[in-house]
Each structure stands twice: as structure tokens, then as C-alpha cells.
């Protein structure tokens, strides 16, 4: 079959990825028995207040309680109260809100039930630092590990170990029975790295996070060390008796996005071919190798016969080689992508994050074929230089390709398809 429009059939299969991640889907399925006493909802991450208007859709009963999303991510709800905050660099208000969270679960009895609605984003929606540091010390940290290159579960050790709310204390802080809804954006859906884990707790220790910040050159506050050096660091353990009635039920992943984006590339005939919906990584690698790929299905038709969409999911990372550029790993995917297939006009690239922002910008990610690298130039942009500074999105502006959609409602994480015709 011929794709004539490619960049129309490419949004398609992330749109279909997007539906297939709609939290009402999962809370449905998991929904908790009604309890004795209150039903009290809790939450965070950027589809947070989504996850809210649809638990409340389905509950048919009285919620309370508050959740808090991204600055422009929130939404209209009933019965619970949406807060908003910085990401990806932590703010006041996140601070604010986290210690909300906490007073909010404290009073519970073993007759209540808390709902927590967690998904990405929430780690830095959630600042709490330890006695000892301060906002600004939480904030200097999170721009060091989106800085660092480390992958996001190694982020999230370090920084559930600099918390007084990840890492399981926020469930740990209530007698009532927790139940956790989990939109996995984390390569491997372990829903305790999904927001560094405030309700699902798991066995890293201080002493990894220590090795962690050693690995990847980590410039902790001497507060920092102090902390990670003391049993106060330690989080709690999943075995502790304070989680023998708690739960937790991943209701979204990457996994499933993919598979529902498959299944419509197969339905218009073409064949579909799933790398992984783990893959981690340097971005510009990880489009080393997807380019590597892509060409010899164009040039050998191996390892896949062409038509064929690659698609494949999981979040890579970016080492920040330069002050001023703008764009996500998204862009870097597409833009060093690009690069590697410059000239191949039957390849054509679409890489974006499926909660609607890529890094800090309001894109959601980048379309690239193989003529991006001829309009950049036709501009008077330099691609590689751009690649260099992490500055895809300037280039991508500059000759509108930016893809932009606006916040979804959920986040599974990085969606990657390459058509190959």
C-alpha cells in the first residue's frame, strides 16, 4: 500500500497510541470497593487532573481530596481539587502541594480509603526536600539529573532519597488502605519509578543513590551527602507491615500505546514492527540506531520488508552539551535521526512525547524525513550545529516542523514510529 500523505498517517498512529493510554479505560477496571468511612483522592503528574475527572465519572459516590498537574494541564472536576506547579524544574508551588498531601492523608483511620492517582511528572511536581535543604537545593538537583544523561530510574533513586514524600512516604504517612492507579511512563512499568514512587515503595537504598550521583558526576550540596550519608535517607522498605493492605495496578504503559498504534498501521496495509517499548539511552544514539535500521530496510529489505512503520517507545535521556539550546529528547531523537538519513526521501520520522511537551517547550516533539536536513541548510542553519547546542527546536521551528498537540491527558512516555515506504 502507498501512504500519500506520511506525516497525516504518522500523527494517526500517535493518536491511536494517545487513546490507548486514556486513564478512564484503566480506572475502570480497577476501581476499589467502597469503604466503611471516607474516600479520599490523592495524586500527581502531568494527566493527573485527568485521571481525577475520570475517577470521578466512575465512582458514583463522595471524594474529596486534591491533585496536582503541570502549569496549563489542569481541568474542570467536581469533588477534587486540582493544584498546579512547575515542571519540569520544581517551584513554590509544588511545594506547597506536597505538603497538602501530606496533612491530607495524616488523619485517615484504617475505615478510610485513599485513591492515588499518580503518573509521570509527579517527582518534580512534588518537592519536599529533608530537613537540612531547601527548595532551591531540590530545584539545583532536578536541573543536574535532567542534565546528567542518567536514565529516569536511576534519576528517581537519587531523588526519592532526598524526599520526605517519595520513594513510599506519602502512602507510609496514612492508616488508611492505599490503592495506587499508575500510568507507567517508566521503561519496565515498575509503578514504584513512576513520580520516584510517593505510594509504591521499593528496595533501592541511600547507598545507591550515593553511587548514582557518583556515576554521573552529580554535584551534590554538601546537605545533600550529609543526608544521603544517614539513615534518615532511608526510605521505607516494601515489606514494611504500614503497606500490608495497600495496592497497586498499572492501568496505562508504553506497551499497550504501541500495540493500539500497530493495530491501525496494519488495518490501512502496512506492516507494523515493534522494536521495544523499554528503550533507553543517549537520544542521539538511540536515532543512530533506529536510522541504522531504517536504512537497510530501504536499501537490503532486512530485517523488515518495506512498506513497513517502526515503532517503538520507552524514554531516552540528553547530556546537555551546551547553555541555550531549546527542545526535548524528542527533538534530539529527530534532529540527530535526520542527520543519519539525510537524502533518504522514503523515510520519514515522526518523535514525540505522548503527554504533549517535549522538555520545556510547547511542542510535543518533530517530524523528520529525508529532506529536513536540505531545508534546515536552505535557512541557514547548520543542523549539526544545532544537534551540537541540543537546539533541535529552533531548527525544526524554523522550518515548521515542529509537531504540536497541546497536553493530552495522559503520559506513557516517548512514541517513536518511522515509516519506510
Same mark, same amino acid.
Given at each position: 500500500?502507498?501512504?500519500?500523505?506520511?506525516?497525516?498517517?504518522?500523527k494517526?498512529? #500517535?493518536?491511536a497510541?494517545?487513546?490507548? %493510554?486514556? =486513564?478512564?479505560?484503566?480506572?475502570k477496571?480497577?476501581?476499589?470497593?467502597? =469503604?466503611?468511612?471516607? /474516600?479520599?483522592v490523592?495524586?500527581?503528574?502531568k494527566? %493527573?487532573?485527568?485521571?481525577a475527572?475520570?475517577?470521578?465519572?466512575?465512582?458514583?459516590?463522595?471524594?474529596?481530596?486534591?491533585?496536582?498537574?503541570?502549569?496549563?494541564?489542569?481541568?474542570? &472536576?467536581?469533588?477534587?481539587e486540582?493544584i *498546579?506547579?512547575?515542571? +519540569?524544574?520544581?517551584?513554590a %508551588?509544588?511545594? !506547597? !502541594?506536597?505538603?497538602?498531601?501530606?496533612?491530607?492523608?495524616?488523619?485517615?483511620?484504617?475505615?478510610?480509603?485513599v485513591i492515588?492517582?499518580?503518573?509521570?511528572?509527579?517527582?518534580a511536581?512534588?518537592p519536599?526536600p529533608?530537613?537540612g535543604?531547601?527548595?532551591?537545593? *531540590?530545584?539545583?538537583?532536578?536541573?543536574?539529573?535532567?542534565a546528567?544523561g542518567? +536514565?529516569?530510574?536511576?534519576?528517581?533513586?537519587?531523588?526519592?532519597?532526598?524526599?520526605?514524600?517519595?520513594?513510599?512516604?506519602?502512602?507510609?504517612a496514612t492508616? %488508611?488502605?492505599?490503592?495506587?492507579?499508575?500510568?507507567?511512563?517508566?521503561p @519496565?512499568?515498575? =509503578?514504584?519509578h513512576? !513520580?520516584?514512587? =510517593?505510594t509504591?515503595?521499593?528496595?533501592? /537504598?541511600?547507598?545507591?543513590?550515593?553511587e548514582?550521583?557518583?556515576?554521573?558526576?552529580?554535584?551534590?550540596?554538601?546537605?545533600a551527602?550529609?543526608?544521603?550519608?544517614?539513615?534518615?535517607?532511608?526510605? +521505607?522498605?516494601?515489606?514494611?507491615p504500614v503497606?500490608?493492605?495497600?495496592?497497586?495496578?498499572?492501568?496505562?504503559?508504553?506497551?499497550?500505546?504501541?500495540?493500539?498504534?500497530a493495530?491501525?498501521?496494519?488495518?490501512q496495509?502496512?506492516?507494523?514492527?515493534?522494536?521495544?517499548?523499554?528503550?533507553?539511552?543517549?537520544?542521539?544514539?538511540?536515532?543512530?540506531?533506529?536510522? !541504522?535500521?531504517?536504512?537497510e530496510?530501504?536499501?537490503?529489505?532486512?530485517? #523488515?520488508?518495506k512498506?513497513?512503520?517502526?515503532?517503538?517507545?520507552g524514554? /531516552?535521556?540528553? /547530556?546537555?552539551?551546551?547553555?541555550?539550546?531549546? @527542545?526535548?529528547?524528542?527533538?534530539?531523537?529527530?534532529?540527530?535521526?535526520?542527520?543519519?538519513?539525510?537524502?533518504?526521501?522514503?523515510?520519514?520520522?515522526?518523535?514525540?512525547?505522548?503527554?504533549?511537551?517535549?522538555?520545556?517547550?510547547?511542542n510535543?516533539g518533530?517530524?523528520?524525513? @529525508?529532506? &529536513?536536513?536540505?531545508?534546515?541548510?536552505a &535557512?541557514?542553519?547548520?543542523?549539526?550545529?544545532?544537534?551540537?547546542?541540543?537546539d533541535?527546536?529552533?531548527?525544526?521551528?524554523?522550518?515548521?516542523?515542529?509537531f504540536?498537540?497541546?497536553p493530552?491527558? &495522559?503520559?506513557v512516555?516517548?512514541?517513536?514510529?518511522?515509516?519506510?515506504?
Amino acid at each position: 500500500m502507498t501512504i500519500s500523505a506520511p506525516r497525516d498517517f504518522l500523527k494517526s498512529l #500517535f493518536d491511536a497510541a494517545v487513546r490507548a %493510554a486514556d =486513564p478512564l479505560t484503566g480506572i475502570k477496571a480497577n476501581l476499589p470497593d467502597r =469503604p466503611k468511612g471516607r /474516600t479520599v483522592v490523592i495524586g500527581a503528574g502531568k494527566g %493527573a487532573a485527568q485521571m481525577a475527572r475520570a475517577l470521578e465519572s466512575v465512582w458514583g459516590g463522595p471524594l474529596e481530596g486534591l491533585v496536582v498537574t503541570r502549569y496549563g494541564y489542569g481541568c474542570e &472536576t467536581r469533588d477534587i481539587e486540582i493544584i *498546579e506547579a512547575a515542571h +519540569p524544574v520544581p517551584d513554590a %508551588a509544588g511545594l !506547597a !502541594a506536597a505538603k497538602r498531601l501530606m496533612e491530607t492523608v495524616h488523619g485517615l483511620t484504617e475505615d478510610d480509603l485513599v485513591i492515588a492517582l499518580i503518573c509521570g511528572g509527579g517527582s518534580a511536581l512534588l518537592p519536599a526536600p529533608p530537613e537540612g535543604l531547601t527548595l532551591e537545593d *531540590e530545584i539545583a538537583l532536578n536541573e543536574m539529573l535532567l542534565a546528567s544523561g542518567a +536514565p529516569i530510574s536511576a534519576m528517581n533513586v537519587v531523588r526519592k532519597h532526598l524526599s520526605t514524600i517519595k520513594g513510599g512516604r506519602l502512602a507510609a504517612a496514612t492508616r %488508611a488502605k492505599v490503592v495506587s492507579l499508575v500510568v507507567s511512563d517508566i521503561p @519496565g512499568d515498575n =509503578p514504584a519509578h513512576v !513520580a520516584s514512587g =510517593p505510594t509504591v515503595p521499593d528496595g533501592s /537504598t541511600r547507598h545507591q543513590a550515593l553511587e548514582i550521583a557518583r556515576q554521573y558526576g552529580l554535584k551534590l550540596p554538601q546537605a545533600a551527602l550529609d543526608h544521603l550519608n544517614s539513615p534518615k535517607a532511608d526510605a +521505607p522498605r516494601p515489606d514494611d507491615p504500614v503497606f500490608l493492605h495497600h495496592s497497586h495496578h498499572v492501568i496505562a504503559s508504553a506497551g499497550v500505546s504501541l500495540e493500539a498504534a500497530a493495530a491501525l498501521a496494519k488495518s490501512q496495509g502496512i506492516e507494523p514492527a515493534i522494536l521495544s517499548d523499554a528503550i533507553e539511552g543517549e537520544s542521539r544514539d538511540v536515532a543512530l540506531v533506529h536510522a !541504522a535500521i531504517a536504512r537497510e530496510v530501504l536499501g537490503r529489505n532486512r530485517p #523488515f520488508p518495506k512498506p513497513v512503520v517502526i515503532l517503538s517507545g520507552g524514554e /531516552t535521556t540528553v /547530556t546537555l552539551r551546551a547553555k541555550g539550546g531549546k @527542545g526535548g529528547r524528542n527533538g534530539e531523537f529527530a534532529l540527530a535521526m535526520a542527520l543519519a538519513i539525510d537524502g533518504q526521501e522514503s523515510i520519514h520520522v515522526l518523535a514525540a512525547d505522548t503527554d504533549g511537551i517535549d522538555g520545556s517547550e510547547d511542542n510535543a516533539g518533530a517530524f523528520a524525513d @529525508g529532506g &529536513t536536513v536540505r531545508r534546515l541548510r536552505a &535557512t541557514g542553519l547548520d543542523p549539526r550545529r544545532l544537534l551540537d547546542g541540543n537546539d533541535s527546536y529552533s531548527g525544526f521551528a524554523s522550518v515548521g516542523d515542529l509537531f504540536e498537540t497541546g497536553p493530552t491527558g &495522559t503520559n506513557v512516555n516517548d512514541f517513536r514510529a518511522i515509516l519506510i515506504r
